[in-house]
């Protein structure tokens, strides 16, 4: 539960909470209503400060700073967040100057000095019971607080089971998973599994396109089978040669030079064959290094500008935890394919030298052996045996490689398919929980629209799927109401298994589509469930839109109404002065 918001500057309009309902109003300079038009509203909209308000909680909450909180003009100030973790309640304080450190004070432990990413592990671990990560892709604090204070900014409020755009569908499900007491583990798993399948497919369709024989889009047992065959024919013809050189005569007085000038080409293919292979090496690692690039890092590096969400500093304070869970996926992968690409490069390196030296020697021999005419037709029957032999290395390793790579993704397919497994079990086993969720989004949405909703929430091949739909998908704020019935029904499930951080926040984007008795109404339905279940709601709306709410539906909301106002005249704002 939220207390106090404050900040050690005398403009700025601390914001006092209570349990249950609390409305917190901006207003317009010329106490305009609805009716004044539409640029007294967008001031209004834009003045005020309820979106930094969002952004102030989650700041001191182990946020980073947003919005106006990026402005010079406040980056000095000291700002405080009274607020109940665990049994007791703390004041937290922070600046944005010297965001990597906080201040923790409660009447336990006096005050004190810890890093950001500690104060997120303890709310990680009293909020939601977290503790250690257990691999990529698992659950964080910042991705679960979240769902209880969306920001539009963001795009939390563009769909109820995501908190920012583009966030990916692993993230969604773990998150939601655990919020709803369902097992998140087996959702990560998951989609590590089809995670590492996709990579090992890219590499599959890397490796294939060095084949200029196979056919676009041929499937891996083609791809096989191709290089089979290529290499049946390749082998005949090398034994064809072999046969040919071996009956060939040569002058005796050359037959010494032939000997050594056999050793000498025997050396070269060896040489050669290491280069194809280790180049080989090089292809395949490169293509699927540039796959990895290209495809994974430009969405992750879009999903960070987007997103905009902030998540705890667990390695640096430079890089949030969006950051890490989707670029840690391809991390390890490429290291490991620059790693090899090097090492090939070096090995390649390495045998220059020698290369050359045989070089030097094969063209001092091959002018005295064309002086006898046969042996120049020798000369040529061997260096076409060289140029088989290691097309023939090429190709087997090729289809070494192939076949690994089959036998990883089969393996993988087989893990899908045991997670898939394991996940609808797990489904089965917890159906009461997912009845409890389904039947508590039914009632709220019952009281919304006279006509109870849907919740449902599926295991499917693809992942954990939560889909919510109210009566009213037709109608004007359809998508707003959703999220709204979503977030108390989240908030229900955790609070009873004694989760998440006692408070909903919505800002007045939320209703701004719904029309005056249907908001009214959510706000009634938010007083009633803040008390029947002691989770604190915040709304921060603009006058002229409750005005409508309680004109158009007969009911008073005045008694929720906190005493500290908002306004968007340059002293009336959150911070008390405007610096945009």
Partial sequence: MLHRLAADRDGFRTLTFRPGLNIILATRADGGDADRGSANERRSRNGAGKSSTIDLIHFLLGGKAEGALTAAAVAEWNFSLDVDVGHERVEVTRSVANAKQVFIRSAQTGVDRIQN????????????????KRGNGDVSYRQLVSYFARRKRDGGLDSPIRTFRNQSTASVETSLAHLFGLDAELVRRLHQAKAALKQTKDAQTALAALDKAAADGSKRADLEAQLEAEIASVKLGRDRLAERIEAFNVLPAFRELERELAILNQDFRDLSDGDVIDQEAIDVNARALEAETFTQAPDIARLFEEARIVFPDLVTDRYDEVHRFHEKLVENRQSHLQNEIAAAQQ?????????????????????????????????????????????????????????????????????????????????????TIVDTASRTFSEISERLYEKAGQLAISATDTGLRFLPQTPADGSAGVMSMEVFCFDLTLAALAKRRGEGPGFIIHDSHLFEPVDGRQFARALQIAADFSESTGIQYVALLNSDELVRAERESGASFAKYVLETELSDTPDGGLFGVRFD
Avoid: H, Y
């Avoid at 990413?117 to 250690?132: H, I, P, V």
């Avoid at 290369?355 to 061997?382: K, N, Y």
């Avoid at 070494?400 to 045991?418: C, G, N, S, Y």
């Fill in 117 to 132: 990413a500690q104060w997120c592990k303890r709310l990680g671990e009293d909020w939601f019971g977290l503790r250690e």
């Fill in 347 to 431: 090995r390649i390196a390495n045998r220059q030298p020698r290369r050359e030296m045989i070089e030097a020697r094969r063209r001092d021999i091959t002018r005295s052996l064309r002086a006898s005419g046969p042996a120049d037709e020798l000369l040529r029957l061997r260096d076409e045996l060289s140029g088989r032999e290691s097309e023939l290395k090429q190709l087997e390793g090729r289809l070494q490689e192939a076949r690994k790579l089959e036998e990883r993704a089969e393996a993988l397919e087989r893990e899908v398919e045991d997670a898939v497994r394991a996940l609808r079990q797990d489904r089965r086993e917890r159906s």
